[in-house]
Every structure is written in C-alpha cells, then in structure tokens.
C-alpha cells in the first residue's frame, strides 16, 4: 500500500507561479509518479510524469502532454520520497484540483499518462488563479 499526500496549493495570481510536492509513504516500489488535474465539469486530464527508480532509487526521464512542455516542470527527490510539479506563467484555466499518482499497472499506453494507468492516487491540492 503506498500513501501520497499533496501539498503546495494555493490561490496565485495570472502570470505567478506555484510549486506543488507530492510526498509518498507506505511500500517501495513505485517506478512512476505522475501529476494530473481536474477542472470541475473536466475529465482528469494528464500533465508529466516522472521516473523515479525501483523503490525511489535511480530514474529520472520525464514525460509531459504537450500543453504543459516549458510550462511545468516535475522532478524528484528519491531520499525525500517526493515529487514536485513546478508550475509558472500560471493563468486562469489552470484552475483545478491536481493531483499526485503513482504506480503503473500497465505499460500498454506510452508514455505513462493515462489516469487509467495509476493505482494510487492522492486526495488533492486545489490551484486557483485569479485574472
């Protein structure tokens, strides 16, 4: 069983940034964390995903949907066990719930950032960017 737990919401400003952490507890083994987001009325929709090694030790590619490419940035700390999402030039349509996913169950679809394709999921950290 693996835990994660977003933080790093907030309200922001257009044109601001943002940086979000995803901190993971519970068994090793994830290879992959993704970020995704989800607008009300919206499906969850893909942003990056990141390799972070077999129990949080190697890794590092990552993946982005190509909206987010120069825009959002992920990365992670493999002793801290978390992945961030640095999020700038911030506007508002980039207003929703994000959230944090790792594990795939599948490597069917690649790169790895289909909602379909994480088992564990976080609760959550709500953006909101004002004009």
């Known amino acids: 069983q693996i835990q994660l737990v977003e933080s790093g919401g907030g309200s922001v400003q257009a044109g601001g940034s943002l940086r979000l952490s995803c901190a993971t507890s519970?068994?090793?083994?994830?290879?992959?964390m993704a970020w995704f987001r989800q607008a009300p009325g919206k499906e969850r929709e893909p942003i990056a995903a990141?390799?972070?090694?077999?129990?949080?030790?190697?890794?590092?590619?990552?993946y982005y949907a190509d909206s987010f490419k120069g825009r959002f940035t992920i990365s992670r700390d493999n002793a801290k066990r978390t992945v961030a999402l640095q999020m700038d030039r911030l506007a508002p349509e980039d207003t929703a719930m994000y959230y944090c996913?790792?594990?795939?169950?599948?490597?069917?679809?690649?790169?790895?950032?289909?909602?379909?394709?994480?088992?564990?999921w976080g609760q959550g950290t709500q953006v909101t960017v004002s004009s």
């Open positions: 519970g068994t090793s083994g994830s290879e992959y």
């Open positions: 996913a790792a594990v795939i169950t599948t490597a069917d679809t690649w790169p790895p950032l289909s909602p379909d394709q994480y088992k564990y």
């Open positions: 990141i390799n972070t090694g077999p129990g949080h030790t190697g890794g590092g590619t990552t």
